[in-house]
């Protein structure tokens, strides 16, 4: 008996001393847990992303000896007649801004036309002769009213009479916005059929009465030189005159 009673005493004296060293003992600290990927510490924060180099893009330099040059405007507008149906350039002329060309039209007419390149006056100017001498005129009041009303129902082009009383067929083009070649053409061809349309009225009143009474044929003298041109009267405008001062 007393043994069983000391093995009880021993027994409750080793739990409680168990108990009262886990109520002593300090409570143990958890580990703080791993930084996560979205919210980064400051040991493990990730350094940030290069930013890429800056690229300019270099022009070229137009004075430098390589870079390419703009085409001349005279170059550009002979590349424009040669695109257009019934026009064939002449002989090249002393002055590059001037360029003779001839348009046939359809139904036979031709016209020259002469195309003129004006750097100063930031201008370009289309010109046709192909109506003779205002001073040669069988009815020089009806001709003049003529050539002012065609001017008024024109949509390209108007008749001028210049200093040597040549009449003349114009329209210009201003060059500070580029001529496209569409609007180039629709001037060109409008200028021509202006020329059709009315150098037969022009021809009926250039007319002459010969001593018999009828009418002499019109003067042929379209201001060009021509071989089979009649020999009545000195051809008073040639075309180096007219090329190199249209007006």
């Known amino acids: 008996m007393l043994r069983n009673w000391m093995l009880t005493v021993l027994a409750l004296a080793i739990v409680g001393s168990a108990g009262l060293a886990q109520e002593v003992a300090p409570p143990r600290r958890k580990p703080a847990p791993a930084p996560s990927g979205g919210t980064p510490g400051a040991a493990a924060a990730r350094p940030p992303a290069a930013k890429p180099a800056a690229t300019s893009q270099t022009l070229p330099d137009p004075n430098a000896p390589n870079a390419p040059k ?108 580029p001529i496209t070649f569409e609007a180039f053409q629709t001037v060109y061809l409008g200028l021509a059929a202006a020329a059709k349309e009315y150098a037969p009225q022009i021809a009926r009143r250039m007319k002459r009465q010969t001593d018999d009474g009828d009418d002499a044929a019109p003067s042929r003298d379209n201001g060009y030189d021509q071989p089979d041109a009649p020999r009545g009267g000195p051809v008073r405008s040639t075309r180096a005159r007219r090329v190199s001062n249209p007006q």
């Open 70 to 177: 703009p085409k001349p405007l005279n170059e550009t507008l002979r590349g424009y007649l040669r695109q257009i149906k019934g026009v064939r350039l002449e002989r090249s002329d002393k002055d590059p801004n001037a360029i003779v060309s001839r348009y046939t039209a359809t139904t036979g007419e031709a016209f020259d036309i002469v195309v003129v390149y004006s750097p100063r006056k930031k201008m370009v100017g289309m010109y046709s002769y192909a109506f003779g001498n205002i001073g040669q005129a069988a009815d020089p009041e009806g001709l003049q009213a003529l050539l002012l009303n065609a001017n008024e129902a024109l949509a390209f082009g108007s008749f001028f009479v210049d200093k040597e009383q040549d009449i003349g067929l114009k329209w210009s083009l201003r060059t500070e916005t």
